[in-house]
Nanobody, 117 residues
Framework: QVQLVESGGGLVQPGGSLRLSCAAP????????MGWYRQAPGKERELVATITEGGSTNYADTVKGRFTISRDNGKNTVDLQMNSVKPEDTAVYYC???????????WGQGTQVTVSS
């Protein structure tokens, strides 16, 4: 059973910053695109940002310019730096490791992020 372990969620005020981190097993981290997704109450899970093994990034329009995804290939971690957060960023954030061929798709347990004053 592959485990992705997330950390860093919590309560943050609007306009503040928060950093999420996800650790993955070495064998998985090296061959997968890592990503962060989120799910707000009553809504479907949506992509936040992804980063490939080579470092190419992709962001949802709603977080561009505010969030930054990065990966540390030495520590097998992927981070999401969240700046200028808004109440609508409130959600459970999930770490994902995925690859098309062979098909791989792993999820973390989720970490709650609440943006409120």
């Amino acid at each position: 059973q592959v485990q992705l372990v997330e950390s860093g969620g919590g309560l943050v005020q609007p306009g503040g910053s928060l950093r999420l981190s996800c650790a993955a097993p070495t064998t998985i981290f090296a061959i997968t695109t890592m990503g962060w997704y989120r799910q707000a109450p009553g809504k479907e899970r949506e992509l936040v940002a992804t980063i490939t093994e080579g470092g190419s990034t992709n962001y949802a329009d709603t977080v561009k310019g505010r969030f930054t995804i990065s990966r540390d290939n030495g520590k097998n971690t992927v981070d999401l730096q969240m700046n200028s957060v808004k109440p609508e960023d409130t959600a459970v954030y999930y770490c994902n490791a995925a690859r098309i061929l062979p098909r791989l798709d792993y999820w973390g347990q989720g970490t709650q992020v609440t943006v409120s004053s």
